[in-house]
């Protein structure tokens, strides 16, 4: 049972216009969401993270929005460049303790210039 | 920031051989480490939770002999892939987080290893 959902395997987006990659969660304990952004064989690269008690954190390009009641994050990045091309995975954790993270399939992103 | 190695990068080695991958973190101490799988076109899958110097906790379908975990210092964790077959070929991952972080600090990760077994 995946408990973080990314839907979208891919996403295309023109060079300079908005990338926004979604995620879906289910389980109400988690309360620390991440994104990280990973390279073919390479390991994921830590980009943006949000606390359950704030509802967008923003740093530079990248924006990460969290609605709790819909148990719903997104990434912003705008505008767009060729390097973002890369893997994004949505990941959370629960408020407790020593915990892993749970991580989504993760969504392949494509900047065209 | 933490800097987490992973070596080696890329290994071939023959079925029924076994596979050392190590996991440094090379400028804070590590009392958790993390070990992920992944499939291609797949998520990171957590294979297994070490805390240094007791024993490691796997997940639920992760065979432990045939996944030795040690995590003897503060500073490296190796994941040993026992007796390997064709179809533990995978990218593995490490991660680590470091002493008085908690759930809410981003984990580090290495850059894989490739494992291909023939």
């Known amino acids: 049972d995946q408990q973080v959902k990314q839907n979208s395997p891919s996403l295309s987006v023109q060079e300079g216009r908005i990338s926004i990659l979604n995620c879906d969660y289910t389980n109400s304990m988690f309360d620390y969401f991440l994104w990280y952004k990973k390279y073919p064989a390479e390991g994921p690269t830590f980009l943006i993270s949000i606390s359950s008690i704030k509802d967008k954190n923003e740093d530079g390009r990248f924006t990460v929005f969290l609605n709790k009641s819909a148990k719903h994050l997104s990434l912003h990045i705008v505008p767009s460049q060729p390097g973002d091309s890369a893997v994004y995975f949505c990941a959370a954790s629960p408020n407790s303790g020593n915990t892993p993270l749970v991580f989504g399939k993760g969504t392949r992103l494509s900047v065209i210039a | 920031g933490a800097v987490v190695s992973q070596h080696p990068s890329r290994v071939i080695c023959k079925s029924g051989t076994s596979v050392k991958i190590e996991c440094r973190s090379l400028d804070f101490q590590a009392t958790t480490m993390f070990w992920y799988r992944q499939f291609p076109k797949q998520s990171l899958m957590l294979m297994a939770t070490s805390n240094e110097g007791s024993k490691a906790t796997y997940e639920q379908g992760v065979e432990k002999d045939k996944f030795l975990i040690n995590h003897a210092s503060l500073t490296l964790s190796t994941l040993t892939v026992t007796s390997a077959h064709p179809e533990d070929s995978s990218f593995y991952i490490c991660?680590?987080?470091?002493?008085?972080?908690?759930?809410?600090?981003?984990?580090?990760f290495g850059n894989g290893t490739r494992l291909t077994v023939t």
């Open positions: 991660s680590a987080r470091g002493r008085g972080t908690g759930y809410n600090s981003p984990l580090h």
